[in-house]
């Protein structure tokens, strides 16, 4: 299947850093010189979600007019640290990133470290609770036992 390229990426590169700008200066009231790793991440990551709702709609507009069976299925167990790369390699807008950042003096491997040192736990998967488990050792949510015989527990197995 050929890569989504949505209406930023065909406007170019000064469309979409503008549209990081914005984020910034809209949706988290700062200015470019003000801006914190975290800050920057959060509006790259917004603007990437813009591409991603364009093509969910794009998708469900086909469903519904070809009256498309549906098979739904949802799973837990992934990785989200590297979310962001990975959405901008299947949408085909990586290296279109890339370049408008680095020609406004952003380079994308920082943003990526945001993932990995300021948000926790993220890049690895586990989230707080999981964060808790392994540290205590416990096997299961506090106050609640194994269920039956099957030695079914929550989160991350810990010896």
Do not use: C
């Not at 591409?51 to 167990?77: F, M």
């Not at 790369?85 to 990133?97: A, D, M, R, T």
């Not at 406004?104 to 998967?125: N, R, S």
Request: charged share 25%; net charge positive.
């Amino acid at each position: 299947m050929k890569p989504l390229a949505h209406s930023m990426a065909l406007v170019g590169k000064q469309a979409l850093q503008g549209a990081v700008r914005q984020r910034l200066k809209y949706d988290f009231a700062k200015k470019w010189e003000e801006r914190s790793h975290r800050d920057l991440f959060q509006s790259v990551a917004l603007t990437v979600r813009d591409h991603l709702v364009e093509g969910l709609l794009a998708t469900e507009s086909r469903y519904l007019e070809e009256d498309a069976k549906r098979l739904y299925y949802l799973s837990i167990e992934f990785l989200i640290g590297r979310s962001l790369s990975n959405n901008l390699l299947n949408l085909g807008l990586l290296e279109i990133y890339r370049e408008a950042l680095a020609e406004i003096g952003v380079d994308f491997g920082e943003i990526e470290v945001v993932i990995m040192v300021v948000i926790p736990m993220v890049a690895t998967g586990v989230g707080d609770y999981g964060k808790q488990l392994l540290k205590r050792g416990r096997r299961g949510p506090p106050g609640k036992p194994r269920i039956g015989a099957s030695n079914w527990v929550w989160g991350p197995q810990v010896s």
